[in-house]
């Protein structure tokens, strides 16, 4: 048990949700600077047609995404072992490496790769400060202690997405990368200085934390994430097009768009902690009913900016209220495979954001209009609630047959004592 000072206690988890606001806005930044990335680096295609070069700008997006998936149960089975605070150390001198390079390569292809390198630590700090920040906070505060560290993620949307987006459209898309990559460096010192010294896990191994993929709940509720939460990202990696194609309005609204939205994430979140630590199984179905809500008038209400800025608050603020709920549920399906259990909410999370702003791009690029996002995320999200429900009736009927052997195995044991009983009865006589 790790005995703290309030005043300690702060300052570690304040560095902790540091490290995730880095994150949230080396994640998110380039969906407010798409056109000017695609100008950039892609001026031929950009000339050729907007749309088509916008499109492929968005693999920067996938590119981050992708690199998410591979990282998060790579590196969280390979360093389960290890001092969580010498780890957590480690992942952000990554992230600065990934962001400096992303800023300074010359080709779209060299960003790209830099984007996917860049990715690569994202799963594994988010799981293993979501697992330190729980245990400072204390025991029953999983869910508290995963939003804790997401805050970070949603608070970069109302402060450090839109001020950096701003940054990159005044001084270019370059500057706002060196930008996030100072954040990295900051919150480096800060978990050097704040966070406690945590050892790791003896008894951890490689096969002991990949042994969660021998679990079928965990590949279901990886899908609920991977699926169901790709909605959010088919619309939010638009956003900037949304505002200024779809609306027609100057992009220096872009940034204020991205302020809604981060609020909306923010008080998702905490709600989302809260209730993932009181009712997982309805926090994740409110979640995607609000989701699904939320998408169908995004669809309806893009053509005016009005709608744009309503929808895409509540888009915020529901898709956060699924992130701390599906991190927690991971973590109890996974058993001993705490860890990666941890990091693997974030690779389903990016799969859903790499497939999100394919598909978005598609369908953009086909020219079904700005709508056209929305009703994707719709169809995705219905999968997300699908998936929902069968991982809980699995787990019901799971519970049950458990709960039927264990009375079977009382039942027996109990006349095996009344048969030894009369034996004893008779020897007696």
Same mark, same amino acid.
């Given at each position: =048990? ?8 702060t ?15 080396? +994640?998110?930044?380039?969906? $407010? ?8 680096? @892609? ?15 968005? /693999? @920067?997006?996938s590119?981050y995404?992708?690199?998410?998936v ?6 969280? #089975?390979m360093?389960?072992h ?6 957590? =150390? %480690?992942?952000?001198?990554l ?10 390569l010359?080709?779209?292809? /060299? ?7 860049? %990715? ?7 799981g293993?400060?979501?697992?330190v ?20 993620? *949603? ?15 005044? !001084?270019?898309w370059?500057?706002?990368?060196l930008?996030?990559? #100072? ?10 200085l ?9 008894s951890a191994?490689?096969?002991? +934390? ?12 990886? $899908? ?9 990202? #088919? ?8 505002? *200024? ?8 609204v872009?940034? /204020?768009?991205?302020?809604?939205? $981060?609020? &909306?994430?923010?008080? %998702? ?10 009712? @997982? ?12 809500t ?20 509540? @888009? ?6 699924? &992130? ?11 058993g ?11 690779s ?12 978005g791009? #598609?369908?953009?690029?086909a020219?079904f ?7 994707? $995320? ?5 999968? &997300? ?6 991982s809980?009736?699995? !787990?019901?009927? &799971? ?6 052997l ?7 044991d ?10 004893f009865?008779? !020897?007696?006589?």
């Amino acid at each position: =048990m790790i005995v703290l000072t309030t005043r300690r206690k702060t300052l570690a988890l304040i560095a902790l949700a540091l490290g995730g606001f880095g994150i949230g806005s080396t +994640e998110f930044v380039a969906m $407010g600077l798409l056109p000017n990335i695609a100008q950039d680096l @892609l001026p031929g295609l950009y000339a050729r047609s907007s749309d088509e070069g916008i499109a492929q700008a968005g /693999w @920067l997006v996938s590119a981050y995404a992708l690199g998410v998936v591979v990282g998060a149960p790579t590196i969280a #089975a390979m360093s389960s072992h290890l001092p969580k605070k010498k780890l957590l =150390m %480690g992942l952000l001198a990554l992230f600065v490496v990934g962001t400096v390079l992303s800023a300074v390569l010359p080709t779209f292809g /060299w960003v790209l790769g830099a984007r996917f390198f860049a %990715g690569l630590p994202h799963g594994a700090y988010f799981g293993i400060a979501s697992i330190v920040a729980a245990t400072i906070m204390g025991p029953g505060n999983r869910g508290k202690g995963v939003a804790l560290v997401l805050s970070g993620l *949603t608070i970069a949307n109302v402060i450090g997405v839109p001020s950096i987006t701003a940054l990159g459209q005044a !001084q270019g898309w370059r500057a706002a990368y060196l930008a996030v990559a #100072a954040i990295f460096a900051l919150t480096f010192v800060a978990v050097a200085l704040a966070v406690p010294r945590m050892e790791g896990d003896s008894s951890a191994s490689m096969r002991r +934390e990949l042994s969660a993929f021998k679990k079928p709940q965990v590949w279901l509720v990886m $899908g609920i994430g991977a699926i169901g939460f790709g909605g959010f990202f #088919a619309v939010y990696s638009y956003i900037a097009n949304a505002v *200024t194609e779809g609306a027609g309005v100057d992009e220096g609204v872009v940034p /204020w768009v991205l302020v809604g939205v $981060g609020v &909306g994430m923010t008080i %998702g979140n905490v709600i989302g902690g809260w209730a993932s630590d009181k009712n @997982l199984k309805a926090a994740l179905t409110v979640g995607f009913v609000g989701l699904i809500t939320a998408l169908v008038a995004y669809a309806l209400l893009v053509d005016g900016i009005v709608g744009i800025f309503v929808t895409t608050f509540f @888009l915020g603020l529901v898709s956060s209220m699924i &992130g701390p709920s599906v991190q927690s549920r991971l973590m109890e399906v996974a058993g001993e495979s705490q860890v990666i259990g941890a990091a693997l909410n974030h690779s389903s999370m990016n799969l859903g954001n790499s497939a999100g702003a394919y598909l978005g791009g #598609a369908v953009i690029a086909a020219g079904f209009g700005f709508a056209a996002p929305g009703w994707v $995320g719709v169809a995705l999200a219905l999968v &997300g609630v699908v998936l929902t429900v069968i991982s809980f009736r699995l !787990q019901r009927s &799971g519970d049950a047959r458990q709960a039927a052997l264990c009375a079977a195995a009382s039942e027996a044991d109990h006349k095996e004592d009344t048969d030894t009983g009369s034996v004893f009865v008779v !020897q007696g006589r």
